[in-house]
């Protein structure tokens, strides 16, 4: 969901750099082939993504939710040749998809990813990492929040997506409404951190470690 309208988002889109051509690709064959395909990145939170691992000058970075794989190899674009990045999903036919991907790109080589509920995998990980990005179930937003900050270094980042929920967080009707807004509630008081939630496409909130 965007907040702006649509030729506003075009235009951002269109003055966003643009990505590299196997990531189009994967884009294209997300839309052809994937349920729900609007889950993607995309462009814009793609190339932010990048734009904030490179200033934090992220080498270990982790992903829950990789769906068809654009915001991991977003990512992984702005690790060093040994940098690394594990993300996890849980639906077999994305992570076959995804898969293909990676072995395809240049980059793919820093990514692994790990098959099954991701909050599994984080409680077996030992940190530091130096950013964490949060895009998959929402029920168990605020587990994945309190697993990983105690993974992540100091000044380090996490980011999440969907924060806003298409506004439903304002007046909270369903569990995923209810978990959003609990996480929500918990950073905005927890002095551990200091965050920006950004009304970019659905929400998305930056949380840096103190
Ligand atoms: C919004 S999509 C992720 C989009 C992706 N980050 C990108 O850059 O395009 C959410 C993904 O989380 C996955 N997911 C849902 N629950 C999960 C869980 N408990 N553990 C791991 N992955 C999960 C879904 O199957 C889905 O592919």
């Known amino acids: ?21 196997l990531l189009t690709r994967l884009e294209e064959e997300t839309y052809e082939r994937l349920e729900i395909p ?36 977003s990512l992984a674009e702005a690790l060093p040749e040994d940098g690394s990045l594990l993300t996890f999903e849980i639906d077999p036919e994305a992570v076959a998809f995804a898969r293909k991907y990676f072995a395809e790109s240049a980059h793919g080589k820093k990514i692994t990813l790990m098959e099954g509920p991701a909050l599994d995998h984080l409680k077996t990980l030992q940190g530091p990492y130096d950013m964490a ?7 168990n937003y605020l587990n994945y929040y309190e697993t990983i900050l105690p993974l992540i270094r100091r000044q380090g980042l996490i980011v999440v997506d969907n924060v806003l929920w298409s506004g439903r967080v304002l007046d909270p009707q369903d569990e995923s409404d209810r978990a959003i807004h609990a996480l929500n509630e918990r950073v905005r008081t927890d002095d551990r951190v200091e965050a920006v939630m950004l009304t970019v496409r659905d929400g998305i909130y930056c949380i840096q470690k103190r």
Do not use: C, P, W
């Open 133 to 139: 990005f949060i895009d998959a179930d929402k029920v």
């Open 38 to 73: 609007h889950m993607i990145t995309g462009r814009i939170e793609g190339r932010l993504l990048k734009m904030l691992a490179r200033l934090i000058q992220a080498r270990r970075i982790l992903e829950v939710g990789t769906f068809s794989g654009y915001g991991a190899l």
């Open 1 to 21: 969901m965007n907040f702006i309208k649509e030729a506003v988002e075009q235009y951002a889109h269109d003055h966003t750099h643009q990505e590299e051509d």
